[in-house]
């Protein structure tokens, strides 16, 4: 079993940052990637990015320059920051942990981005 706890999302103006936390627990031991993705009313879960146990980075390129994703190891948590955040960023944010094929979901949390 493994349980992910997102957090830091909330209500930022454009322009604004915001910085998310997701802490993994359970069955993570070994090599496994983390991530987040995002969904916005009415679209698809898509990419945002994501990050392997060795430090391999992704991005979507709506998000390249803007957000950086590091993880902690030890601490089996992976965060989000997110600068010069706009409008279209808004979305709920689902952490990501990926291991032996198999995904595992968080619940997510509610990026507002708004003047």
């Known amino acids: 079993q493994v349980q992910l706890v997102e957090s830091g999302g909330g209500l930022v103006q454009p322009g604004g940052s915001l910085r998310l936390s997701c802490a993994a627990s359970g069955s993570i031991f070994g090599f496994n990637t983390m991530g987040w993705y995002r969904q916005a009313p009415g679209k698809e879960r898509d990419l945002v990015a994501t990050i392997t146990s060795g430090g391999t980075t992704n991005y979507a390129d709506s998000v390249k320059g803007r957000f950086t994703i590091s993880r902690d190891n030890p601490k089996n948590t992976v965060y989000l920051q997110m600068n010069s955040l706009k409008p279209e960023d808004a979305a709920v944010y689902y952490c990501?942990?990926?291991?032996?094929?198999?995904?595992?979901w968080g619940k997510g949390t509610l990026v507002t981005v708004s003047p």
């Open positions: 990501l942990l990926e291991r032996y094929g198999v995904n595992y």
